[in-house]
């Protein structure tokens, strides 16, 4: 146990050396939560590997069927970010609607649990280039509202968390083909 939690403030700790990572306000209605990297690669290559291989970087830790295999983004207005569950089953975890090809994409609703529950939300991810061949500066903005029992304050910080794992698991894919983060030694 004690290894475990040892590894998870590394990876916490690397989480935010990697990433500029905010719950930049929090209420008992919602809270907004933005994270910001660069990735070392072209704006349109980070692009397609952000849109069309989510089932390469997403963490299959945060996926209904436990296989991050079964995702997909459907980048059109009223598009599907959706998880394939077999026998014509599935989920809607997000529905596209704004799609700016290789500048932004903007989604709608409650990602992972906040989809069981009285809320909304609106994630934006924003691509755009950083200074002169350093890459391409990427933020994901989630706002999200409505109704929980005992308020949306108190789990601001672990959405945030995931959020910032996702957009690092994404850095690390498009930097090293592979999303899986390591241990630090």
Not at 22 to 32: I, L, M, N, R
Not at 101 to 123: C, F, I
Request: with cysteine; proline share 4%.
């Amino acid at each position: 146990m004690r290894n475990t939690l040892g590894f998870a403030l590394i990876a916490f700790l690397f989480v935010f050396k990697t990433a500029a990572a905010d719950v930049v306000d929090a209420e008992a209605g919602g809270f907004t939560s933005v994270n910001e990297t660069t990735i070392d690669a072209p704006r349109d290559e980070v692009w397609q590997s952000a849109i069309t291989e989510i089932s390469q970087w997403w963490s299959s830790d945060h996926t209904v069927s436990g296989e991050a295999s079964r995702l997909r983004i459907d980048a059109r207005p009223q598009g599907c970010f959706c998880e394939d569950l077999g026998e014509s089953a599935g989920v809607v975890h997000m529905t596209v609607t704004t799609h700016s090809p290789t500048a932004m994409l903007r989604l709608t609703g409650g990602l992972g649990p906040l989809g069981l529950m009285g809320v909304d939300g609106n994630m934006t991810w924003e691509f755009s280039d950083a200074n002169p061949d350093a890459g391409t500066r990427v933020r994901f903005t989630y706002a999200v509202g409505g109704y929980r029992p005992g308020g949306l304050d108190s789990i601001a910080g672990p959405v945030d968390n995931v959020i910032a794992e996702a957009l690092l698991r994404l850095k690390t894919y498009v930097e090293t083909g592979d999303a899986e983060l390591t241990r630090i030694e």
